[in-house]
């Protein structure tokens, strides 16, 4: 069997290799544990990234493959499911047999005896799969630079990949990001590889593998690959006639639809296909940096798109690193037919994010930035071979201030998901509150801190998501001063949504009026408690992510009156926020 996939021509790890996945290792590990919940209630069972599937989704989509529910989540294909559920198979059964796991449940706790440690460690194997992904998008960078133009190269475009600044928080979450990253990366692998010693079967066969992988993770990186299948097609033809395309499409066709679930459950693979096509003429327009709203279609509306994803891409790779990998790309396709090649995939994956995708996340921009930095390799060692002087002090100036500003922009936000303002404010709660104490809280249930199983929680008012416009008026607002008069709650918390409400205080569900009155104790209440880690370096803001849900300012109000609330000291731990 070893032979047989030898002979298939899957790159070897060789020492080179395995200290750049080394290397990425140790990146991507420190605080690949953040987000994991504390499961001690129905209302406290997400991760507090946004989007990430830990630990529950893989399992509900799993079990929504056997008895379909009409509230599936529809936005991705199914392979990083289907892989997340793999990884989780092995704890499971230990769970079982060890009896600590007594039957399956869609509801909490889920079967489970205690569902507080065990969807701890399902988030810390889905979050373990992402570091690995991540590791394999830089291994890929490596080889497919290694092959394409040398050691050198190789080992500087990894350093660039693995340094890329969102790649800190998508190799450590549970979002698809990363995995449909690392299958590219594995194409484009292969794509060097069949351009350097030939487009021969096996080659072409395993860039339609990975191809239709990436698919199967999300589409969205279809337009990278649009170029790559034109380039099998035009090179497996020369190479051996019709075979060679057909075998390469027919194999990433059954990648696909195994990946993608249209084999296994066809119905929910349409559902979602209709689901993402009419995902953005369904979305309200907003005005945050972050939502994905539609462009107009006009020469101002493309001209503004255009220029957010140019901030998104210097946000991702840092200025110097956009302008060194830019020229590198331009000058490499100029100079050699391969690097043109794999180069083709940047304006293909542009071409169909500015037609089609029109968001400006940054996640978004990954896979444009992981191609650019791989030309960003070949720019320094391109310039280090170079006999000008005047060239190679620029382009290792460029080079050396972008390698600096992405390492300071991830270290620093690893930092503070290491050090996130809710382990603290989580050791708070659990020595101020009571058993039987009510804590209520504003906003998305994801975001809260740890609290003792002895404490419940609620949604001091209804949330509709990041999206939607809630009920905020003073209305409101005296309806929940007059439910507090009568049931005051031990806390509430007050943690903002600056994807929503950006730049604001507290969340979009939350009444102004409300905050106001807190703040100035007028409510019943007072600020008993703030938490915000300091950033490390303060003059070096990082980036915002996509959704900022790392290190929020968490303030904590408890009643005035000292006899019905827990909370027995005006203690406020205040942080620059």
């Not at 993770?217 to 790559?228: F, M, S, Y």
């Not at 459950?265 to 369904?282: L, M, T």
Request: net charge positive.
């Amino acid at each position: 069997m070893l032979t047989a996939v030898m002979r298939w021509n899957l790159p070897r790890l060789d020492r080179a290799a395995l200290l750049v996945a080394a290397v990425a290792l140790i990146a991507y590990l420190p605080g690949f544990w953040w987000g994991a919940p504390t499961a001690t209630a129905a209302d406290r069972v997400l991760a507090w990234g946004v989007d990430d599937s830990a630990p529950l989704g893989p399992l509900a989509e799993m079990h929504n493959i056997i008895q379909p529910k009409p509230d599936r989540n529809l936005g991705y294909p199914l392979l990083h499911d289907f892989v997340a559920a793999s990884a989780y198979a092995p704890y499971l059964v230990t769970l079982r047999v060890t009896g600590r796991m007594h039957g399956i449940s869609a509801v909490y706790p889920f079967g489970l005896n205690d569902p507080a440690s065990a969807l701890r460690v399902l988030t810390l194997i889905n979050h373990l799969l992402s570091v690995l992904f991540g590791v394999i998008v830089v291994v890929a960078a490596f080889d497919a630079a290694r092959t394409l133009w040398g050691a050198p190269a190789g080992m500087l475009s990894a350093a660039f990949v693995q340094t890329l600044y969102p790649m800190f928080y998508y190799a450590r979450t549970g979002n698809v990001d990363v995995p449909m990253l690392a299958f590219l990366a594995l194409a484009v692998a292969a794509l060097a590889r069949a351009l350097v010693h030939g487009m021969a079967i096996r080659r072409a066969v395993w860039v339609g593998i990975f191809a239709g992988l990436t698919l199967a993770t999300k589409e969205a990186a279809v337009g990278a690959l649009l170029p790559a299948a034109a380039i099998v097609l035009v090179l497996g033809w020369r190479a051996g006639g019709w075979k060679v395309p057909a075998l390469a499409l027919l194999a990433s066709l059954l990648a696909l639809g195994l990946g993608s679930g249209l084999f296994v459950d066809p119905h929910r693979w349409a559902e979602h296909v209709r689901f993402i096509g009419g995902r953005a003429s369904e979305a309200p327009v907003v005005s945050t940096r972050t939502a994905a709203f539609p462009y107009p279609f006009t020469l101002a509306g493309h001209l503004a798109f255009v220029r957010v994803v140019i901030q998104r891409m210097v946000e991702a790779m840092s200025l110097p690193g956009l302008v060194l990998a830019l020229a590198g790309a331009i000058v490499a396709s100029w100079r050699d037919r391969r690097a043109a090649c794999v180069a083709l995939a940047i304006p293909g994956y542009a071409a169909v994010q500015l037609v089609a995708l029109r968001s400006t996340q940054l996640r978004y921009v990954l896979p444009s930035v992981f191609l650019l930095a791989l030309f960003a390799g070949w720019a320094v060692a391109a310039a280090w071979r170079s006999g000008r002087a005047s060239t190679r002090t620029v382009t290792l100036v460029l080079a050396t201030a972008a390698l600096a500003l992405q390492v300071a922009h991830g270290t620093s936000l690893t930092y503070e998901m290491v050090r996130d303002s809710r382990h603290a404010a989580g050791a708070w709660l659990a020595v101020h509150l009571r058993p039987g104490d009510h804590v209520e809280y504003f906003g998305a249930s994801d975001k809260l801190p740890p609290l003792p199983r002895e404490v419940s929680s609620d949604l001091a008012t209804p949330f509709r998501g990041m999206w939607a416009v809630h009920e905020t008026d003073s209305t409101v607002a005296n309806a929940i001063r007059r439910r507090w008069s009568e049931r005051p709650p031990a806390v509430v918390l007050v943690i903002p949504d600056h994807s929503s409400a950006p730049g604001l205080p507290y969340d979009a569900s939350m009444p102004p009026s409300l905050y106001e009155t807190l703040t100035a104790g007028t409510a019943g209440y007072r600020l008993a408690a703030f938490f915000q880690t300091p950033p490390l370096i303060p003059w070096l803001p990082r980036p915002a992510l996509d959704y900022p849900s790392v290190n929020p300012p968490i303030r904590i109000f408890a009643p005035l009156r000292s006899d019905s609330s827990a909370v027995t000291a005006p203690t406020v731990k205040a942080a620059p926020s």
